[in-house]
């Protein structure tokens, strides 16, 4: 088992102006102009009454099946003007064809400097990941560098999620070697895609060496840091090292997730240590309301699709001395089903919770 050196605790800091400012602020332009309409993407066509994000994504997918460049170039700039930052839609009209993402990559090079160039890269590449095209993104990535569009760490996220999603390892290092050869230093959450992939796999020999890499780094773990910990302990079989994490989180005063409960859950049923996984979740029962109510949702839904009806039942009442039950419809489902096992209606309440399901997830 891994043994992690003893940070510092951290303390709350004051929330960031960063985090107030809007695309508007990070191009040059300070005076709003109209915005483009469907039919004819034109500044001084009328714009809607009220413009969004999904509106902007919508005109330049219109253009871009049209493979209409110039459109998309205007576009791109204006939205940014308006206020609105690219999204995962932005260019979903990108398809297989090489000759239109270089005529793309081409347009976006022109674009406004800046962040209105920047961000456009960065929402290509995460939509080329999105589809699994790495080589593709791969190539965006090499006109970023010689263009000197901007390029960071945040831009290769999309491409370690992806590269370790699918679990390729390797290529994942590589791309963390291609980053230092372009002067880029991986960041935490670089190292944590693939810590959390070498950890879902339960590997935990070769997690440890990436946690010395974070620490050679000199870099602070983060909340994400530790719940790939919790998470690879769990997968291993060691619930009880993922206790340690969990402490060690507490003392070093880092922020618990509620992912980070629900593998240690899931670890204990995996166990069959049924008992354990309910006394684990009242532990922590009243230090938050939302924890409460995911944890003890989390654990009523494990024992009802493992048939433990009993527990499940058990779980229903701890909800709701919390006041928990009816936080949302999930746990509504267990409510139901606890009546009918009242009953003694095993079966009609497995059929009346699927029921009940449907009308609220239609």
């Known amino acids: 088992m891994f043994v992690l050196r003893k940070l510092p605790p ?10 107030t400012i809007t695309p508007r602020f990070l191009c040059k332009s300070t005076n709003p102009p109209e915005n483009p309409s ?3 993407p034109n500044p001084e066509n009328p714009s809607p009454e009220k413009p969004s994000a999904a509106y902007y994504d919508n005109l330049i997918t219109i253009a871009g099946r049209s493979r209409d460049f110039t459109t998309i170039h205007h576009l791109l700039n204006q939205r940014v003007k308006d206020g609105f930052f690219n999204t995962t839609n932005t260019f979903k009209f990108v398809t297989d064809n090489d000759d239109d993402l270089d005529q793309l990559t081409q347009s976006l090079e022109t674009l406004d400097r800046g962040f209105p160039r920047k961000s456009a890269f960065d929402a290509l590449i995460a939509r080329l990941c999105k589809s699994n095209q790495i080589d593709k993104s791969l190539r965006v990535i090499d006109t970023m560098v010689r263009g000197s569009h901007g390029i960071n760490a945040c831009t290769f996220h999309p491409i370690l ?8 390892m390797d290529e994942a290092w590589r791309v963390l070697a291609l980053m230092r050869e372009i002067g880029i230093s991986p960041d935490l959450t670089s190292y944590n895609s693939v810590l959390t992939a070498y950890c879902v796999a339960g590997d935990l020999s070769a997690a440890a060496g990436v946690l010395g890499k974070i620490q050679e780094e000199g870099m602070e773990v983060d909340p994400r840091t530790y719940d790939a910990m919790v998470l690879g302990a769990c997968r291993a ?4 090292g993922a206790l340690a994490v969990l402490r060690r989180m507490e003392d070093d005063g880092v922020p618990l997730l509620y992912s980070s409960h629900s593998h240690v859950i899931s670890g204990l049923l995996e166990l ?14 009243g230090r938050d309301r ?7 949702g989390y654990l009523g839904r494990c024992f009802i699709r493992r048939k433990l009806y009993v527990e499940a039942k058990l779980v229903l009442g701890e909800m709701d001395k919390t006041g928990s039950l009816l936080e949302n419809a999930q746990t509504t489902l267990f409510q139901l089903a606890a009546v009918k096992l009242e009953l ?7 059929r009346g919770a699927g029921s ?3 009308v609220l997830f239609r």
């Open 10 to 19: 951290k303390f709350p800091q004051s929330p960031s102006l960063l985090c």
């Open 38 to 40: 469907p039919e004819n």
């Open 161 to 168: 999620n992806a590269l370790t999603r699918n679990k390729s």
């Open 237 to 240: 079989g060691k619930v009880d």
């Open 272 to 285: 069959r240590c049924y008992a354990q996984a309910v006394e684990f979740v009242r532990s922590y029962e």
């Open 290 to 296: 939302g924890l409460d109510t995911e944890s003890f």
């Open 344 to 350: 003694g209606h095993l079966g009609k309440a497995i």
């Open 356 to 358: 009940f399901a449907s």
